[in-house]
T-cell receptor, first 112, second 115 residues
Framework: LAKTTQPISMDSYEGQEVNITCSHN???????ITWYQQFPSQGPRFIIQ???TKVTNEVASLFIPADRKSSTLSLPRVSLSDTAVYYC?????????????FGSGTRLQVQP | EAQVTQNPRYLITVTGKKLTVTCSQN?????MSWYRQDPGLGLRQIYY???????DKGDVPEGYKVSRKEKRNFPLILESPSPNQTSLYFC??????????????FGPGTRLTVL
């Protein structure tokens, strides 16, 4: 299974752009990269998913370089409500074992 | 409303007393999974199921059992709970992985304490 590494914590201010990077050096050819957000005492919530290059939705952007050994979640203009833990997840899409491994998570603190 | 439900939400038990945490989803999802979350360790997958009667181990399966007799239900069984299984447990479900997408829908969590 591809292991992921993320910064333990990050601080930001309201209105700033936040970039959280996840390292996954052993990512396999068929692995996708997915990011989740988790608030205290709640289950994680899907944010965005990608395989290569750039993906953007109404919430965030995901940047994946050509070698796919890392990925960066970009949150534009964060607000206080974006204070949460963000998890990077790498998982397979082929017919083999489909266990999923979460990273240790990055605790983002947004201040006014 | 599309959702994943877990019961109970909170449980305090004693070592060795068998327990079951239920999980049910109403989205007709193929894939279901159990995770435990511990401080400093993030989310770790216990077991997952690709479909009815198909289950496999995740990263930390020791001490747990699961079954998938119906598509909507995926109970987690602790035959002989021990204090190191004190944790916050999440059930999750997802569409068939082969069709793309790892968007898992998580339940509200079950906080288990084993004394």
């Amino acid at each position: 299974l591809a292991k992921t590494t993320q910064p333990i914590s990050m601080d930001s201010y309201e209105g700033q752009e936040v970039n959280i990077t996840c390292s996954h050096n052993n990512i396999a050819t068929n692995d996708y990269i997915t990011w989740y957000q988790q608030f205290p005492s709640q289950g994680p919530r899907f944010i965005i998913q990608g395989y290569k290059t750039k993906v953007t939705n109404e919430v965030a952007s995901l940047f994946i370089p050509a070698d796919r050994k890392s990925s960066t979640l970009s949150l534009p203009r964060v607000s206080l409500s974006d204070t949460a833990v963000y998890y990077c997840l790498v998982g397979r899409m082929d017919t083999g074992r489909r266990a999923l491994t979460f990273g240790s998570g990055t605790r983002l603190q947004v201040q006014p | 409303e599309a959702q994943v439900t877990q019961n109970p939400r909170y449980l305090i038990t004693v070592t060795g007393k068998k327990l079951t945490v239920t999980c049910s989803q109403n989205m007709n999802h193929e894939y279901m999974s159990w995770y435990r979350q511990d401080p400093g360790l993030g989310l770790r997958q216990i077991y997952y199921s690709m479909n009815v009667e198909v289950t496999d181990k995740g990263d930390v399966p020791e001490g747990y059992k699961v079954s998938r007799k119906e598509k909507r239900n995926f109970p987690l069984i602790l035959e002989s709970p021990s204090p190191n299984q004190t944790s916050l447990y999440f059930c999750a479900s997802s569409y068939d992985m082969t069709s793309g997408g790892y968007e898992q829908f998580f339940g509200p969590g079950t906080r288990l304490t084993v004394l």
